[in-house]
């Protein structure tokens, strides 16, 4: 049998998600407690491997299994084992031809940034910080330019092992509630550091220490040493991922999100 797992996890005292030989991952976690469960080993693949520090809401996995328990006995059961910062929201059997990685069509990363002069150790690590302004029109329309499909090499780490830099990116907004600014980024995949690469593109704008052109100048470059240092991993989650309607996966359970919702879970 074939199961599909929702998780939530806060990354900021994790290596990211892939496991490491000497890491503290949450892939490790998971499996840990899956082992501690189920009596055996149950390995997993991610819809997406997700950098140090970074979060997840709607991050979803699968396993293989012969074992026969209930769905939410996957939930609970499970959940026993792990962390208070890693919790499963959902499992549900799937037909076999369902893959958390390559059955998605589609990804979505929110980054969650706190403008105000003086920092809050209540979101340390959950959000971004700037102490400085910035311009919310400006970000959009800098924005404007990315979206589509275009060669991201300007926003690619060295450490990238996707076969090509060619992404179709759907949309990005911005939003500003209060001292929070969310952005949300929605593509059909993103190359390593993708998100926070431009992010740092964005907030220079932001910022005003770039004019808008300035990132047309850098997707056209496709030189990474054109763009803007990459930036903090804090605010990052992974928001949602989209699959085929007929595997009816759960969207993610936003109840528990603690910061504005302007998309709710579209």
């Not at 431009?198 to 763009?227: E, F, K, N, Y």
Request: glycine share 8%.
């Amino acid at each position: 049998m074939r199961i599909a797992l929702g998780i939530h996890y806060d990354g900021t005292a994790f290596s990211g998600w892939q496991s490491q030989p000497h890491g503290n991952t949450v892939q490790q976690a998971l499996e840990a407690a899956l082992r501690a469960f189920g009596g055996i080993a149950l390995p997993t693949t991610v819809a997406g491997r997700t950098d140090t520090g970074v979060h997840g809401v709607g991050q979803v996995v699968h396993f293989d299994t012969a074992l026969d328990r209930a769905m939410f006995s996957w939930v609970r059961g499970v959940n026993a084992f792990l962390p208070k910062t890693v919790a499963v929201q959902w499992a549900q059997a799937m037909p076999d031809d369902f893959h958390a990685r390559f059955a998605a069509f589609e990804r979505t990363y929110f980054y969650v940034l706190y403008v105000h002069p003086v920092r809050s150790p209540l979101l340390d690590g959950r959000c971004g910080w700037l102490h400085t302004p910035l311009d919310l029109h400006a970000m959009r329309d800098a924005s404007r330019v990315l979206v589509g499909e275009h060669d991201f090499s300007a926003f690619r780490s060295s450490e990238c092992q996707a076969r090509t830099p060619v992404k179709h990116l759907y949309g990005i907004d911005i939003e500003q509630h209060g001292h929070f600014f969310i952005f949300r980024f929605r593509a059909n995949a993103f190359l390593h550091h993708m998100v926070r690469n431009i992010m740092g593109c964005l907030v220079a704008v932001g910022r005003g220490r770039q004019p808008v052109s300035w990132m047309t100048h850098v997707l056209a470059s496709l030189d990474r040493r054109q763009a803007a240092p990459t930036f903090m991993p804090d605010g990052l989650y992974l928001a949602r991922v989209g699959y085929p309607e007929r595997f009816a996966v759960p969207e993610p359970n936003w109840a528990a999100w603690p910061f504005p919702m302007p998309w709710a879970s579209s």
